[in-house]
């Protein structure tokens, strides 16, 4: 019999992974991650309800405590990005350094078992000419998750299993009643879950910055208004900035050595080319010479066309038009189609 260990948030998504490996057939082993104290699906109540789902199924669950691995790769890596001008984004990392890394060599050194899956909506597939496992998007463009999954290592992805990838939503949500799981309802999680634990992302970021009061300037230096804190703003951010102007404006740059907010109209708030670094080559080895492709900034950002030159260790990008809120300590994640080609963070634009 195939065996595989699930990771179990308490959520309906990896509930239903788990439920559909157990009737193809899988030994079916549930794993939940501690990340840290407090509600949300991460965390005691998440637990519980995986606990319960496994009971329901039959299948043993294993909870480890990964606080502290946690607490390294994403409290710290969070603080020190926001205290540095930057947005991280700590859902790909958290991927590749607390779930399916950890995931996959407890699973080898416990079990013996060398497959792990998830609830995650994404597909693998491997290509025999280039010998590699391709990252694709989910049928389903809504729910989709391979932006945050670009940095998966060709490990990683051999080993695992997106048994959601191939349905909706909605279809999850069917399943799960079906089979009377009792987290059919359970509403959608927060996108982060830092957030669940502390009500927003400014509160966590003030329980571990100290405010520090700077100036909002315009571009041409004029001060507008006063901020409480760099780390409450990010690139593109219109709202609560406090400032009356004739128009909209928008968060352009953070300036860290002047803890000045800069902001600008619409107009001026876009940029036509910055830098990636810290490349994980996913479904196509390395590049060489410039090539022409389609990038997403953000999460919800619809793709750009865009020309992508290889410089050393990191890439520049040159965009077709010119792109609004590019945000240093985001992913840039390149797509041809559905598949992912490669990722990577941005690291710096010009205006």
Not at 28 to 45: D, F, H, N, P, R
Not at 139 to 149: E, R, V
Not at 246 to 275: H, I, W
Not at 278 to 289: A, D, G, L, Y
Request: glycine letters at 10%; hydrophobic letters at 35%; a negative charge.
């Amino acid at each position: 019999m195939k065996r595989v260990v699930v990771g179990m948030s308490g959520g309906v998504d990896s509930s239903v992974a788990a439920a559909s490996l157990v009737n193809q057939g899988y030994d079916v082993i549930g794993l939940t991650l501690w990340l840290m104290k407090g509600k949300g699906q991460c965390c005691s109540e998440g637990m519980v309800d995986a606990a319960k789902i496994c009971e329901q199924l039959s299948m043993e669950h294993v909870i480890v405590d990964s606080r502290d691995v946690f607490s390294e790769h994403i409290i710290d890596f969070l603080v020190s990005g926001y205290q540095a001008g930057v947005t991280p984004l700590p859902c790909s990392q958290c991927n590749r350094l607390v779930k399916f890394g950890p995931m996959l060599n407890y699973a080898r050194e416990t079990w013996g078992i060398d497959k792990i899956a998830t609830g995650h909506y994404a597909r693998i597939r491997y290509d025999e000419n280039t010998g590699r496992y391709q990252l694709l998007k989910a049928i389903d463009p809504k729910k989709d998750q391979s932006y945050f999954l670009y940095d998966l290592t060709q490990e990683m992805l051999a080993g695992s299993l997106f048994p959601l990838g191939e349905q909706t939503k909605e279809e999850t949500r069917r399943i799960a009643a079906e089979l009377s799981l009792s987290t059919a309802n359970k509403p959608e999680s927060q996108d982060l879950c830092l957030i669940e634990s502390h009500g927003s992302m400014k509160g966590f970021l003030d329980k571990y910055i100290n405010k520090k009061e700077g100036e909002i300037v315009s571009l041409d230096g004029k001060i507008l208004g006063h901020h409480q804190g760099i780390h409450h703003y990010t690139i593109g951010q219109r709202k609560g900035l406090g400032v009356a102007a004739p128009e909209p404006l928008y968060v352009v740059k953070l300036d860290t050595v002047m803890n000045r907010v800069v902001v600008a109209n619409r107009a001026n708030a876009g940029a036509d080319q910055c830098f990636v670094s810290r490349i994980n080559w996913v479904s196509i080895p390395e590049i060489t010479t410039p090539i022409k492709t389609t990038v997403k900034l953000r999460y919800r950002s619809p793709a750009a066309d865009v020309t992508v030159i290889p410089e050393g260790d990191r890439l520049k990008l040159i965009f077709d038009e010119p792109q609004f809120g590019i945000t240093p300590g985001q992913g840039a994640v390149f797509y041809d189609e559905d598949t992912v080609l490669f990722g990577g963070i941005i690291e710096n634009y010009s205006l």
